[in-house]
Each structure stands twice: as C-alpha cells, then as structure tokens.
C-alpha cells in the first residue's frame, strides 16, 4: 500500500522546518506502525521522479490541489494545510490497512 507525500522540498511548513523534514519524520512514524504493510515515501515536487505523477503536477498546475497532497494507493486523501498523520491513518483503515500491533 502506497502513501505519498508530495511537497516543495525547501518551503516551510512552519517557521523551524521544510515540508521535507515533516514529512519524513512522518515516513518513518509510519514505517514504524505499519511495517511493511505500507509504504510511505516524500516526492519532491518537480523532481525527475515527480514527473511520474503527471495527474498530481496537473492538479497543481491547475490550482485544483494545494501542496503539500498525500495518496493512499493513488487517491487524494488531503491537499495543503499541515499533513495530518490522522487522517492517513484513516485512509488506511478504510482500505483495510492497520497497524502491525505486538502478540
């Protein structure tokens, strides 16, 4: 199961950190609870990378969607405002996706 962040590398999401630095801090509190049910990775927008998401680049272009965007398994799952860790878990439960726990 796929979760993406997609976000400007260098531009704040508050006064002390880059979208970039959230969202890998995210990735790996992701990584930890799912292991390897999920996974979640940071794509730099305009990135050579990114241009494998032509619908996410459109979307951007267009001023239909707002960075920073997050997909669970393609579908949009949020769109600008402060990447909300709840709601992909959420997004995850919803699919059928949740947290690898200790027996």
């Known amino acids: 199961m796929y979760v993406r962040i997609f976000a400007y590398p260098l531009e704040g999401c508050d006064s002390s950190k880059t979208w970039k630095a959230a969202s890998l801090a995210l990735i790996k509190r ?3 609870r799912y292991k390897n049910r999920v996974n979640p990775e940071f794509i730099e927008i305009f990135s ?3 241009f494998n998401y032509p619908e996410i680049l459109e979307l951007i272009k267009t001023e239909q969607a707002t960075p920073p965007i997050v997909t669970v398994e393609g ?3 949020q769109s ?5 860790e709840r709601m992909i878990r959420e997004s995850l ?3 059928g996706i949740n947290p690898e726990t200790d027996s």
């Open 93 to 95: 439960v919803k699919v």
């Open 75 to 77: 579908d949009i799952v």
């Open 48 to 50: 050579p990378e990114s």
């Open 80 to 84: 600008g405002g402060k990447i909300s």
């Open 30 to 32: 992701l990584k930890a």
